[in-house]
Each structure stands twice: as C-alpha cells, then as structure tokens.
C-alpha cells in the first residue's frame, strides 16, 4: 500500500474533481434533451381509416399518393 502524502492526494482529488465534472456536463445534456420535444410528441400518426375520413379519399388514392412518395408512411405493427 502506497503512503498517502499530500501530492497523492491532490492528484487523486483531481481525478475526483474531473470526474464530477463530466458527470455534471453529462446530466446537463440529458436535461437540455429532456426539454426537446420527441418524435411522438411533435408528430401525429393516422391509420388508413383515419386519414381516408380525414382527407375524403378512399384507400386506393391514398395507396397511390404514399407509392408516388406524396406522403410520408411508417408501419407499425401490422398498421400502415
């Protein structure tokens, strides 16, 4: 085991202090994230039957419309 003397010390206390320090900017990060908001959030997601009802078209022209890339889809689950 090492003698613990004052230069030692100091230097551990530094490790220390440097870790806190990253630590602190970290969850500053994580906090500044938090005040954004997500995807889900910020988005609304419509199934087939809602977005037909919603723009008056049938299924078909909204097949068309997402094949042409006129709409943006994602699938969950088994829903488009």
Do not use: H
Not at 29 to 50: H, T, W, Y
Not at 51 to 67: A, F, N
Request: aromatic share 8%; charged share 35%.
């Amino acid at each position: 085991m090492e003698l613990l003397t004052r230069q030692n010390f100091e230097s551990w206390m530094q490790k220390v202090l440097e870790r806190l320090d990253r630590q602190d900017e970290l969850l500053l990060s994580m906090k500044a994230k938090e005040k954004e908001p997500s995807l889900s959030e910020s988005v609304r997601l419509f199934d087939n039957q809602d977005l037909c009802m919603l723009l008056q078209i049938s299924k078909r022209s909204l097949q068309r419309y997402r094949s042409k890339g006129a709409l943006f889809f994602k699938v969950l689950g088994k829903k488009t």
